[in-house]
């Protein structure tokens, strides 16, 4: 026979005759092949090869009574394409059903009565994890087969798409049951609870799994490790059209996963759906004001609400559900207490929602109207709404300081912002899933959940070394930071430091009490802000325009005058480059006279140096002489004008040593005082900064207000060039007389120190991470500092950022404490769930012995699973006990870079 054949599925281009193809392809019936026609190649399939089927024997073995499987064509749905075969079932009398025939060569039945169709079981495979990874739908994936088939319609088509949707379906279903064991229960599927088959979160709390022996009597300031972190969230992505009914598409579920049992949903919903909802007092959240007002039309579902694991990013069991008219507290208020109801024995529960402001209020009456056995007795557990963080700047103030997760204790570094995280993964199924009847919505919906939370379940040992990782740094650094702090203010409000402890501890306890972190002062006003540069401005004129030195001038005299000119150079300069290109001739003439005062000034100093230092004459001869070189007016110009204090000098020529002590002293001074006169210069433009994106609103205002911006920008550039003047000389002056120590108070200026106290080293790190600039550490120094530190807005200021710092350490500290503790959590559900599995291995006999050896091996690969998991986990955070153990005892010269990568 002639060899015109080829296959596209096998291995190489080998062209074969017929004979030879089909009986190479008995055990590969759905390739597909290519018949050289003498001019290009074309479609054949190996049915109209003649190639059939048997089912139900051996390979080789034919069936004596064979039973064809319809009239027609049978077509298998296949990863290659849409396929019509020749198929005979066996007709033998103990043959099996045809359903469980398909089954066996691991085609999926269509139905379980004379099917005509079937899917294999590896294209099932296939689009169930692309309907995960990429949310491609069953009608786009179906038609991509379709188009593998026949791209140009030449083959007559054969429609599959409703058995196919059908078959994907059913498929979801028993793989969810069979993952969560339900096939090993000899009590059969229907003894399924709700929740049953959800995928629960290994690192929350829970009783009986993954707590340690005592922990319910633990003490109070160990009690929040226990305790549970749930978020409550509204997607309004995933609604679902008027299509189908309960009737006609019942969910398969039934409440086993994670949506909630409908039928007692709705009966709920029945009697209290259609109460009016009180209107928030809190900023205008759209979610509580227009719950009532949401448009339906068209829409069986609004939304679905959800409640999650909010440390992990897990679905909980039984907490999601629809919504039929936006986010009502009715709804919610259902879904919570129904995920609650398995963590009833834990005694501390933390609930962020970001209307928790709102919704809390009333919540324990609502709750008479669950079920019985789902009620919280509220006065035995402390339990604390908080609102995430990302939604806390929406809210108004009081919310800000009461709902806040970086304001209270026993949270960690929690945001309770993992839903908006699911939703970013669910939210492009929406396109599809919204088109489908309930049953059908919810079915898809609970199976993209279960896969969500098994990704989040393998990926808990990275995430959690990750973070422990970053968080005992972070301890370490705020810690640092707060005893800095709490060092440097003690020593300026002893009396002040010891009412602001007791005042935070308090209201940690009982909030009710006075806010430590609420404003209580009133703030400058943008007026005040004006005069005081005016009054600088005029401190400035008045000092350029002061006679000059005359009489007997005293060292320190000499030293403190030549400092106080420095500055009038910078200014001079400042001013200078203020004219611009197109300055008047009187601006150009002010600033002509203030140059020429200054020159006077100087003038008469350099006179009186000579009397104290005689060699800055010949320091001055060589600098001239440089200047005529260069063809330069060095020494003319008053701003240029080389001062030559000690400091300058650096003995290259002889100065006595007590000029040089009283410039260092001079110096020092000069630094600290420039330090609070560059913190009130940031305290305003913090404030005018915020003023201006509140308040003002119009062209000529915001002009106004802008350049009183630059005047203040102006300000704090000038502070800056001072304070690094001041360092510079102290740094030159400290090698000369053996100063040692001040470095570590008086510190280098870099640019991205210079920020508010309620600014971190740039826009992107968030309040828990921020460190406060090292310059707010730094006590003032003389006795006319340029702020008035008792001045009572300062002291609300510095206690809020003390409160601010403190509870940062204390939540990075907490943090530390939580990921250890769900590291054993995690170690302990793996080795729960593991004995689990393995306890079901004979939980059900059965006389099949290939039945009852298939539930054994399925079992035991789970527990396997299960202990690779631990063993890996375990790996992976080898080493992370000894970097927390280190960084405790504060060892020197330790890599904790080598500690991590062995």
């Not at 440390?311 to 259902?334: A, I, S, T």
């Not at 709902?403 to 993992?418: A, I, K, M, W």
């Not at 119009?698 to 630059?710: D, H, V």
């Not at 403190?806 to 559900?829: G, H, K």
Request: with cysteine; charged share 25%; proline share 4%.
């Amino acid at each position: 026979m002639t060899a015109v054949l080829r296959c596209s599925d096998c291995l190489g281009t080998d062209m074969l005759c017929t004979s030879c193809l089909l009986q190479g392809h008995e055990v590969t019936p759905l390739h597909r092949i290519e018949e050289w026609n003498g001019k290009f190649f074309e479609k054949k399939s190996l049915k109209d090869l003649g190639l059939r089927i048997q089912l139900g024997h051996p390979r080789g073995v034919k069936c004596y009574w064979p039973i064809s499987a319809v009239k027609d064509d049978f077509v298998v749905i296949h990863t290659n394409g849409v396929h019509s075969v020749g198929l005979d079932f066996c007709g033998c009398e103990l043959a099996e059903q045809t359903s469980q025939q398909l089954l066996r060569v691991r085609w999926f039945p269509a139905s379980s009565d004379k099917p005509r169709t079937a899917a294999s079981f590896a294209v099932l495979k296939q689009f169930h994890l692309l309907s995960f990874e990429s949310k491609v739908s069953t009608y786009e994936y179906y038609n991509a087969l379709m188009r593998m088939s026949d791209q140009v319609g030449k083959v007559e088509r054969k429609e599959r798409y409703e058995q196919f949707l059908r078959i994907t379906r059913e498929w979801r279903h028993l793989k969810m049951l069979k993952r969560a064991g339900r096939g090993h229960d000899n009590a059969g599927i229907e003894a399924t609870q709700e929740g049953d088959c959800a995928v629960l979160c290994p690192a929350c709390p829970q009783p009986g799994r993954n707590l340690v022996a005592g922990w319910s009597i633990a003490p109070p300031e160990k009690r929040w490790l226990y305790g549970l972190f749930v978020a409550i969230d509204a997607n309004f992505r995933l609604k679902r059209k008027t299509v189908s009914s309960d009737a006609a598409d019942p969910g398969l579920s039934r409440g086993w996963a994670y949506f909630v049992e409908e039928l007692s949903y709705k009966s709920y919903l029945k009697d209290y759906l259609n109460e009016p909802q009180p209107k928030s007092s809190c900023a205008g959240h759209t979610a509580v004001n227009a719950a009532d007002s949401k448009s339906t039309t068209g829409l069986a579902a609004t939304a679905i609400g959800t409640v999650d694991c909010a440390r992990h990013g897990f679905k909980l069991p039984c907490g999601v559900g629809d919504l039929q008219k936006g986010e009502k507290y009715v709804n919610m208020d259902y879904l919570v207490f129904s995920a609650l109801r398995s963590f009833a024995p834990l005694q501390v529960l933390k609930v962020s929602y970001d209307i928790a402001c709102q919704w809390h209020k009333h919540l324990w009456e609502r709750m008479k109207r669950v079920p019985d056995m789902w009620h919280i007795d509220q006065t035995s557990k402390d339990i604390t709404f908080l609102v995430p963080k990302f939604h806390l700047p929406a809210h108004i103030t009081e919310c800000q300081w009461l709902f806040s997760f970086n304001l209270v204790r026993g949270v960690g570094r929690t945001d309770g912002e993992t839903p908006e995280r699911a939703w970013a993964s669910i939210n492009p199924a929406a396109s599809s899933t919204k088109e489908m009847g309930p049953g059908s919505q919810w079915d898809v919906i609970d199976d993209h959940f279960g896969d969500w939370n098994w990704k989040k379940l393998v990926t808990l040992g990275p995430m959690i070394l990750r973070k422990i990782q970053e968080a005992i740094p972070e301890r370490n650094e705020h810690r640092e930071d707060f005893t800095e702090l709490t060092e440097s203010l003690s020593s300026k409000y002893p009396n002040l430091m010891s009412s602001w402890e007791q005042q935070v501890h308090e209201w940690e306890y009982d909030m009710t009490k006075p806010n430590p972190f609420e404003v209580k002062v009133a703030e400058v006003t943008m007026a005040g802000i004006r005069l005081q540069l005016a009054k600088d401005d005029a401190i400035a004129v008045s000092d350029s325009n002061q006679p000059p030195l005359h009489g007997m001038v005293t060292p320190s005299i000499l030293i403190d005058t030549g400092i106080e000119l420095e500055d009038q150079q910078r200014r001079l300069i400042v001013e200078a480059a203020k004219l611009g290109e197109h300055a008047t001739d009187t601006q150009k003439a002010y600033l002509q006279q203030r140059a020429n005062a200054l020159k006077r000034r100087m003038d008469a100093w350099a006179k009186i140096q000579l009397l104290f230092i005689p060699g800055v004459a010949s320091l001055r001869d060589m600098a001239e002489e440089s200047s005529r070189i260069a063809s330069s007016d060095l020494l003319q110009r008053p701003e240029t004008f080389p001062l030559l204090l000690p400091s300058a000098i650096a003995r290259r020529v002889a100065c006595d040593q007590a000029l040089e002590q009283m410039e260092w002293k001079f110096r020092e001074g000069q630094a600290h005082d420039t330090l609070n006169e560059l913190r009130q210069a940031l305290r305003s433009q913090s404030y005018m900064l915020k003023f201006k994106d509140r308040f003002i609103r119009g062209q000529g205002a915001n002009t106004r207000a802008q350049n009183c911006l630059k005047n203040v920008d102006a300000k704090v550039r000038a502070t800056a060039a001072k304070y690094r003047a001041a360092h510079h000389a102290l740094t030159v002056l400290s090698d000369l007389l053996g100063k040692v120590g001040w470095k570590h108070i008086l510190r280098p200026l870099a640019d991205e120190d210079i920020r508010s106290m309620t600014q971190g080293v740039d826009d992107s790190r968030s309040e828990g991470r921020r460190r406060l600039s090292w310059i707010w550490l730094v006590c003032g120094y003389s006795d006319s500092h340029v702020e008035n530190e008792d001045d009572a807005g300062v002291q609300e200021a510095i206690r809020i950022e003390w409160c601010r710092t403190r509870t940062r350490a204390y939540c990075w500290t907490e943090e530390v404490d939580l990921l250890f503790e769900e590291q054993e959590r995690i170690l302990r559900f793996l080795c729960w769930h593991a004995t689990w599995w393995r306890d079901k291995e004979n939980a059900w006999t059965v006389n099949d012995p290939a039945l009852q050896e298939g539930l054994r091996a399925y079992a035991e690969r789970q527990a396997t699973i299960r202990q690779d998991l631990k063993r890996t986990f375990e790996h992976m955070w080898r080493n992370m006990r000894q970097f927390l153990n280190i960084a405790d005892e504060g060892l020197q010269g330790v890599d904790s870079v080598d500690i991590l990568q062995h």
